[in-house]
């Protein structure tokens, strides 16, 4: 009997702590991130121009309306999404009119591939970024290839009409086609697939697959135009592929800046613009093309080369001269500003990667396992290029972190002050998911002063979780950062979002207004001041 109470004590005694461990590591994992699944649900809840109620009064000052695109829908009847990024595009939008009310509209792009998906209740084969469960068969994987990828979920970019005048609001992907959406009611209007710009000694166009493109143009300097870049798969052995820079002056009206030959075409994002010179970071991420034509899977028909250099275009903007200068191995989604200094220097700022690893992580199967999902690295690092157009010789510069902020230089999802692209700027607002190193819902907005001033600071709610937030210049601002960021943040508690305000000079929330539903994970978007 009393061996026998001596094994139970015993037991109990050495189970104990493993008790407490097993609360703890359950705690850890899943009660402190509530409602962060929300971020990769399915929202289907659509409206227009519904008010909504800050707790302050607004700025007198503040008039427009900020638009953002993103994640709304990640499964359909038989099958769902394999990665988020390819969850069905839903924009959303802030109305500020001027007098003190603000009014919430939120609904789905309707592309062709969700308005056809919808009525036919399932995923219709399109292409992706990634892929389906269950998949496609091989029938459904050609027909995706034929179709191409239809889901403009990115961003939001306004083009003005070169001919017309006119304001385009137009949706991206990393594709060539665009959706224009009516910008007040967020309908959608129409695709747009512009003709392939050539240069006028390099006409030909067969033979070539031109659907990458970027879901970041960016305004030529002095100019109502915008600047991307078209990459052209060559399918002819023999035949090199090659990248366009393009001037985008309307929707549908493109033209060649200038063109050049690779011999494998890298995957790319995004890519910076000075006043005088556009810069194109081609990591050595390359589409695997027979991969790409046999599993109809872009995203897995890329194949990354870890010892290989980064390729780096500069590319003069007044004569469209190509310079192909060469850095160490890095990847990146997001540049963030460059401008020159000086007359050879170009600076150039980047969210860098060691690899894209982080990007394959971004899968469904990941995100909704609340293990899963802190065990990967997700921190990107600031860099800072210094290219001298003169030498062709490139040095790398990181920033400093303060000791209570050690992530300050592990943003991504970047925005500045507008008003100070292709300048001297000094800072830069981001996001870090995982801050602490210990969970993925640990997500910070950061504000990180590059001119080295010691004044990074960043917001942080745990349970509240924020996405890229936009800067709105106060009018008048003596200061950089006069000004306010707004970000659309889900409170994980209240399982609904709100519009934060925050104070850009000291990350502190200075205004919410609590949304009638959630937003999904959002991706870019943008404040138009004379939109309301
Ligand atoms: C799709 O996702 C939903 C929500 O997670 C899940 O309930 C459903 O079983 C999934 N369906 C398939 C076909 O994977
Ligand atoms: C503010 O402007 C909007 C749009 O013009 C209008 O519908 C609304 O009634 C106005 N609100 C107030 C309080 O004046
Ligand atoms: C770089 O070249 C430009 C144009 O040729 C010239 O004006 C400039 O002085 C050069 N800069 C340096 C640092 O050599
Ligand atoms: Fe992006």
């Known amino acids: 009997m009393s061996r026998y109470l001596n094994i139970q004590i015993f037991t109990i005694l050495y189970l104990l702590p493993w008790c407490f461990v097993a609360v703890l590591v359950s705690g850890n994992d899943v009660v402190d991130d509530p409602g962060f699944d929300m971020f990769f649900q399915t929202n289907t809840e659509e409206m227009q121009d519904v008010p909504i109620y800050f707790e302050k009064p607004l700025p007198t000052w503040l008039r427009g309306s900020l638009i953002r695109n993103g994640l709304g829908r990640f499964g359909l009847g038989k099958h769902n999404f394999t990665h988020a990024f390819d969850a069905f595009g839903k924009l959303s939008s802030w109305k500020f009119p001027g007098n003190g009310s603000a009014y919430f509209t939120t609904k789905f792009l309707q592309s062709d591939f969700y308005t056809k998906s919808i009525a036919s209740n399932d995923i219709v084969p399109y292409l992706m970024f990634e892929s389906v469960t269950p998949p496609f068969n091989e029938f459904q994987k050609l027909e995706a290839l034929a179709r191409g990828i239809d889901n403009m979920n990115v961003n939001i970019v306004r083009f003005t009409n070169g001919n017309s005048g006119n304001f385009e609001y137009v949706t991206l992907n990393d594709f060539w086609k665009i959706y224009e959406v009516e910008p007040l009611s967020l309908s959608t209007k129409k695709s747009i697939t512009a003709g392939i710009p050539h240069m006028k000694h390099l006409t030909r166009s067969a033979g070539f697959l031109s659907l990458l493109s970027s879901a970041h143009p960016l305004p030529e300097h002095a100019t109502n135009n915008h600047v991307t870049f078209l990459s052209s798969v060559s399918l002819i052995p023999g035949i090199k592929s090659k990248i366009t820079l393009v001037r985008i002056k309307s929707a549908d009206d493109r033209e060649a800046i200038a063109e050049w030959e690779v011999d494998k075409v890298p995957y790319m994002h995004s890519f910076s613009l000075t006043k005088k010179f556009a810069i194109l970071f081609a990591a050595p991420f390359y589409i695997n093309v027979p991969k790409m034509l046999r599993y109809a899977e872009p995203f897995d028909s890329l194949d990354w080369f870890e010892n290989l250099p980064t390729a780096v275009y500069v590319v ?13 191995n890095v990847f990146t989604m997001h540049h963030i500003n460059a401008f020159e200094n000086g007359n050879s220097d170009i600076v150039v700022d980047i969210s860098s990667y060691p690899s894209p690893a982080f990007v394959k992580n971004l899968e469904m199967a990941t995100l909704r396992d609340p293990v899963k999902r802190n065990q990967f690295d997700t921190h990107a690092l600031l ?71 010691g004044e990074d600071a960043y917001w942080y709610i745990s349970t509240h979780y924020p996405v890229e937030a936009w800067f709105v210049p106060t009018p008048g601002g003596d200061n950089e950062d006069d000004g306010i960021l707004m970000t659309p943040v889900l409170d994980g508690d209240k399982k609904t979002s709100y519009l934060a305000m925050i104070d850009a000079k000291t990350m502190k929330l200075i205004n919410k207004a609590y949304l009638p539903t959630a937003v999904p994970f959002n991706l870019h978007g943008r404040f138009f001041s004379d939109l309301f």
């Open 316 to 328: 003069d903007l007044t004569n469209g001269h190509v310079k192909t200068l060469k850095t160490d």
């Open 383 to 453: 860099k800072r290029y210094h290219i001298n157009v003169n030498t062709s010789k490139i040095s790398v510069e990181l920033f400093k972190a303060p000791k209570d902020i050690p992530f300050a230089s592990n943003i991504d999802m970047t925005t500045i002050n507008e008003n100070y692209r292709y300048k001297q700027y000094c800072f830069v607002y981001g996001v870090v998911l995982k801050k602490d190193n210990i969970k993925l819902s640990h997500i910070a907005l950061v504000k990180k002063d590059l001119c080295g001033k």
